[in-house]
């Protein structure tokens, strides 16, 4: 055969060749191999099919088990009632794999029973189950179980746990105890003062019979935690005037802005209608946070330019409240440097605009403090006090802190009650400061 004439050459046209061969070899392979698997797998099928109606039927007694007089009977057809099993229709995938066993396993054979149970158990359509709702703690310790997640970091690295580790596992303390309680307390956040303070009155109140008993060193620390807190102040009343005027001071970062939005919320969930003065003109972007937070509480904002007079945009927003009877007017202020004595000055003219703006007012000036800055909290709110009337402290981001202490040593040298703590990031974990729940969530993981 002449191939000079084709446009491609004779090894190149007996490869083509060879391909095109092999292609339909294996095409005709691969069909009659699909045609084979078919025909056996409907074979298998009918097999299948016909199983049921060539056994017996089993009568089955409560629960599943067998009628009694069958007994005997079933144990010989157990081969093929595990062929029936795998067949059934709750069970497609195993009767169609074509893998049922061709023997029942010999615990099968001597207890068919309870064999057929439990390799078929019966699914009874679930009913919805009632959980009586357990009974209502007391307000105490529903309180105190609310505030112990939020001092959690406080308890296990702060002065308390480091205290607890020297009191741990002794039945007796040694007369070196009151010199390892002082270590402790002086390199603590609650201050040089109160540490001292502390250890003069374990050495002066404590028989030496209680120095020695861990337990009766532990309840003295607690039980002058709870003094140290518990001032004698009066409850806020936010219906004694109206407006009521709160001005919020701090400096920035606190979480002062953050507290004034929630303890709107907190107002307004009592009925009260609430205004928000932006008197912080010169950070940037913080009326528009607080106009978030009066956008969420549904409270009345008023702001003015950005870089305008603190006491002008203050005093416009409590005449506000006067005319339009609003019953609480919170006023922000720019979040002030202590150690800049002009801008120490500037929080006081602010105060006077507000004695001018409504008769008595503020009627409570509340410091935010944030307690992550440990003994500096300390230093700030002493500067602070020096300059302005402050009758509360707000201390913040204790869930985010071990230096919780610090709030003994701001109660214990400045005379000032705290009137709020912060544990969260949600309204509710801005929670009203009760010393007794404090001491009691602060103290409570360390008992035994």
Same mark, same amino acid.
């Given at each position: 055969?002449?191939?000079?004439?084709?446009?491609?050459?004779?090894?190149?046209?007996?490869?083509?060749?060879?391909?095109?061969?092999?292609?339909?070899?294996?095409?005709?392979?691969?069909?009659?191999?699909?045609?084979?698997?078919?025909?056996?797998?409907?074979?298998?099928?009918?097999?299948?099919?016909?199983?049921?109606?060539?056994?017996?039927?089993?009568?089955?007694?409560?629960?599943?088990?067998?009628?009694?007089?069958?007994?005997? *009977?079933?144990?010989?057809?157990? @081969?093929? $009632?595990?062929?029936?099993? &795998?067949? %059934?229709?709750?069970?497609? !995938?195993?009767? =169609?794999?074509?893998?049922?066993?061709?023997?029942?396993?010999?615990?099968?054979?001597?207890?068919?029973?309870?064999?057929?149970?439990?390799?078929?158990?019966?699914?009874?359509?679930?009913? *919805?189950?009632?959980?009586?709702? @357990?009974? $209502?703690?007391?307000?105490? &310790?529903? %309180?105190?179980?609310?505030? !112990?997640?939020? =001092?959690?970091?406080t308890r296990s690295s702060?002065?308390?746990a480091r205290l607890g580790?020297?009191?741990?596992?002794?039945?007796?303390?040694?007369?070196?105890?009151?010199?390892?309680?002082?270590?402790?307390?002086?390199?603590?956040?609650?201050?040089?003062?109160?540490?001292?303070?502390?250890?003069?009155?374990?050495?002066?109140? =404590?028989?030496?019979?209680?120095?020695?008993?861990?337990?009766?060193?532990?309840?003295?620390?607690?039980?002058?935690?709870?003094?140290?807190?518990?001032?004698?102040?009066?409850?806020?009343?936010?219906s004694s005037a109206k407006?009521?005027?709160?001005?919020?001071?701090?400096?920035?970062?606190?979480?002062?802005?953050?507290?004034?939005?929630?303890?709107?919320?907190?107002?307004?969930?009592?009925?009260?209608?609430?205004?928000?003065?932006?008197?912080?003109?010169?950070?940037?972007?913080?009326?528009?946070?607080?106009?978030?937070?009066?956008?969420?509480?549904?409270?009345?904002?008023?702001?003015?330019?950005?870089?305008?007079?603190?006491?002008?945009?203050?005093?416009?927003?409590?005449?506000?409240?006067?005319?339009?009877?609003?019953?609480?007017?919170?006023?922000?202020?720019?979040?002030?440097?202590?150690?800049?004595?002009?801008?120490?000055?500037?929080?006081?003219?602010?105060?006077?605009?507000?004695?001018?703006?409504?008769?008595?007012?503020?009627?409570?000036?509340?410091?935010?403090?944030?307690?992550?800055?440990?003994?500096?909290?300390?230093?700030?709110?002493?500067?602070?006090?020096?300059?302005?009337?402050?009758?509360?402290?707000?201390?913040?981001?204790?869930?985010?802190?071990?230096?919780?202490?610090?709030?003994?040593?701001?109660?214990?040298?400045?005379?000032?009650?705290?009137?709020?703590?912060?544990?969260?990031?949600?309204?509710?974990?801005?929670?009203?400061?009760?010393?007794?729940?404090?001491?009691?969530?602060?103290?409570?993981?360390?008992?035994?």
């Open positions: 055969m002449d191939f000079s004439s084709l446009p491609i050459s004779p090894t190149e046209l007996y490869e083509l060749i060879a391909v095109v061969g092999g292609v339909g070899v294996t095409g005709a392979l691969g069909v009659l191999f699909v045609r084979r698997a078919r025909a056996a797998r409907r074979r298998q099928i009918d097999a299948v099919d016909e199983v049921p109606a060539a056994l017996p039927r089993r009568q089955a007694g409560p629960k599943g088990k067998q009628a009694e007089p069958e007994k005997e *009977a079933d144990r010989e057809a157990e @081969p093929e $009632a595990a062929k029936e099993e &795998e067949a %059934a229709p709750r069970r497609p !995938a195993r009767a =169609l794999s074509g893998h049922a066993p061709a023997h029942a396993p010999k615990e099968r054979a001597e207890k068919p029973e309870a064999e057929t149970v439990a390799a078929e158990p019966e699914v009874a359509p679930r009913s *919805a189950q009632v959980i009586p709702f @357990p009974a $209502a703690p007391a307000a105490k &310790e529903k %309180a105190v179980s609310a505030l !112990a997640p939020g =001092l959690a970091r702060g002065f308390i580790e020297l009191f741990s596992g002794r039945k007796e303390l040694d007369a070196s105890i009151v010199d390892e309680i002082e270590k402790v307390l002086l390199t603590a956040d609650i201050g040089v003062k109160t540490s001292q303070k502390l250890l003069e009155e374990i050495r002066s109140s =404590l028989t030496r019979r209680e120095l020695k008993d861990p337990d009766a060193v532990w309840a003295f620390l607690r039980r002058r935690s709870a003094e140290m807190l518990s001032l004698p102040a009066p409850d806020v009343d936010f407006p009521f005027v709160l001005l919020v001071i701090g400096v920035n970062g606190s979480g002062k802005t953050t507290t004034i939005g929630k303890l709107a919320a907190k107002l307004a969930g009592e009925g009260k209608r609430v205004l928000l003065a932006a008197g912080d003109t010169f950070r940037a972007a913080a009326a528009e946070q607080l106009e978030i937070w009066a956008g969420r509480t549904g409270a009345t904002m008023v702001r003015g330019k950005e870089g305008a007079d603190p006491s002008s945009v203050i005093f416009d927003g409590v005449k506000r409240a006067a005319t339009e009877s609003f019953d609480v007017a919170i006023a922000d202020t720019a979040g002030r440097l202590h150690t800049k004595t002009d801008l120490m000055q500037e929080l006081q003219k602010v105060r006077r605009t507000l004695g001018k703006a409504a008769p008595g007012a503020p009627h409570e000036t509340w410091l935010v403090i944030d307690s992550t800055s440990g003994q500096n909290a300390i230093a700030q709110a002493q500067i602070f006090t020096e300059a302005m009337a402050v009758s509360g402290i707000v201390l913040t981001k204790l869930d985010g802190t071990a230096k919780g202490g610090v709030i003994l040593g701001i109660a214990d040298q400045l005379r000032i009650p705290v009137r709020y703590v912060g544990v969260g990031e949600t309204v509710d974990d801005l929670r009203r400061f009760d010393p007794e729940e404090f001491v009691e969530a602060l103290f409570a993981p360390l008992e035994g």
